[in-house]
């Protein structure tokens, strides 16, 4: 069964920082992987997505990530934090079952001025 | 403006009190799926439709219905709601599934008294 673990609930870092959210996977094919982003009282954004294309992806508002398969990870890192930054991140994983994504618990990233 | 649309945003009602959340999407999406969001918990799918009169469950069915009688709206109906599904609900579409990722409406947050 396909899983997804975020390894922080909460990240903080001030404006201009570099910015880590770790994200580790499990699933028994290769997945696709999401980040998704929640602004307060908003609805779901989609950062960027890995579909087995190039492992180094690129998404809106500077993010990246690297899908690192030996070990299991998908980062999702930006060079310098903007306070809009600031909002709740989700980890996702693809299951064929069902059409379904499966969501880590969340990261919630604070930016401090 | 491609999107998915929800209604109500915001709901209180009564425990027994049948209700009904729409969900419309204006990109001939085949897929179509429902989610709820809770603290600590992430985003958990309840149903989802992989095209018009095809539906089946998802992680958490229970106390939920839904119906897909064309290919642009898919409802979520509680017939007897109970605070426990007291959440934030989400509607998502997707042209194939979980493999490119969905787009996900504005929520609707739920309140069961």
């Known amino acids: 069964a396909q899983s997804v673990t975020q390894l922080d609930s909460h990240v903080s870092v001030s404006e201009g920082t570099p910015v880590l959210l770790r994200c580790n996977y499990s699933?028994?094919?290769?997945?696709?992987l999401f980040w998704y982003v929640q602004h307060p009282n908003k609805g779901l954004q989609l950062l960027l997505k890995?579909?087995?294309?190039?492992?180094l992806v690129k998404g809106i508002n500077g993010f990246e990530a690297e899908f690192k398969k030996s070990e299991t990870s998908f980062h999702l890192t930006k060079p310098s934090a903007h306070m809009s930054d600031a909002a709740e991140y989700f980890c996702?994983?693809?299951?064929?079952?069902?059409?379904?994504?499966?969501f880590g618990q969340g990261t919630e990233l604070s930016v401090k001025p | 403006e491609a999107q998915v649309t929800q209604n109500p945003r915001y709901l209180i009602t009564v425990t027994g009190k049948k209700l009904t959340v729409t969900c419309s999407q204006n990109?001939?999406?085949?897929?179509m799926s429902w989610y709820r969001q809770d603290p600590g918990l992430g985003l958990r799918q309840i149903y989802y439709?992989?095209?018009?009169?095809?539906?089946d469950k998802g992680d958490v069915p229970e106390g939920y219905k839904v119906s897909r009688k064309e290919k642009r709206n898919f409802p979520l109906i509680l017939e007897s709601p109970s605070p426990n599904q007291t959440s934030l609900y989400f509607c998502?579409?997707?042209?194939?599934?979980?493999?490119?990722?969905?787009?996900f409406g504005s929520g609707t947050r739920l309140t069961v008294v």
């Open positions: 699933s028994s094919y290769s997945p696709s």
């Open positions: 439709s992989m095209n018009v009169e095809v539906t």
């Open positions: 996702v994983v693809s299951d064929l079952q069902g059409g379904k994504l499966i």
């Open positions: 990109m001939n999406h085949e897929y």
């Open positions: 890995y579909t087995s294309a190039a492992t």
């Open positions: 998502a579409s997707s042209p194939y599934g979980a493999l490119l990722g969905y787009t």
